[in-house]
């Protein structure tokens, strides 16, 4: 009978150390990634100003709507920064355009134009090439409602008719959208 031979094993005394040390590394690449792609896009809608009392179907705005377009050219008016706006939707009546045109001519920017029969094609487009941006959209008062309920799937049952009334939609790219009223 042989006397048994001292054998040695070599046993990993540190792999569990690397293994857990790799496994955080990991999770914590994840959790940066996605911390980074977490956006919110913010969409400042508002309806064209006042237009001039008439008959014609599609009036130009009045002196008074002038007034008001030129204090939302102010209002949105910086060129790039933060707060800035990254574009500009208008639906293609008169008054949209009209009420855009002092804030597109202060910003250096043409504003993109949807038709108003367009809204959930323009409400996608915005969706999906201005995620995580600023955009302001001069919708007309039927197209108004119908696009935040695109945007943001908000019900817009007893919104205000109010031209000085704008609304704000935040969309988070996870959670649900939020709709705020204002008047200036």
């Known amino acids: 009978m042989q006397a048994p031979g ?3 094993h070599r046993r990993p005394f540190l792999a ?3 293994v857990s040390l790799l496994a955080a590394l990991v999770f914590a690449g994840v959790v940066w990634t996605f911390y980074r792609g977490v956006t919110t896009t913010v969409i400042v809608l ?5 237009k001039e009392p008439g008959t014609i179907e599609d009036p130009p705005v009045s002196p008074e709507g002038e007034a008001q377009a030129q204090r ?6 910086m060129a790039s920064g933060a707060g800035g706006l990254d574009a500009i939707y208008e639906s293609d009546d008169r008054r949209a355009q009209q009420t855009v045109a002092p804030l597109a001519e202060r910003l250096h920017r043409a504003p993109v134009v949807f038709r108003s029969e367009a809204v959930k094609a323009a409400a996608a487009r915005i969706l999906r090439e201005h995620g995580g941006g600023t955009v302001l959209v001069v919708a007309s008062g039927s197209s108004l409602p119908l696009m935040i309920r695109e945007l943001g799937g908000i019900d817009p049952a007893g919104l205000p008719s109010d031209p000085n009334t704008f609304f704000v939609i ?3 790219s996870f959670g649900r959208a939020h709709l705020v009223r204002f008047s200036f």
Do not use: D, H, K, Y
């Open 16 to 18: 569990p150390l690397w």
């Open 6 to 8: 001292i054998t040695r």
């Open 170 to 172: 935040s969309l988070p």
């Open 72 to 77: 939302l050219a102010q209002m949105f008016g």
């Open 46 to 50: 508002v309806r064209p100003v006042e």
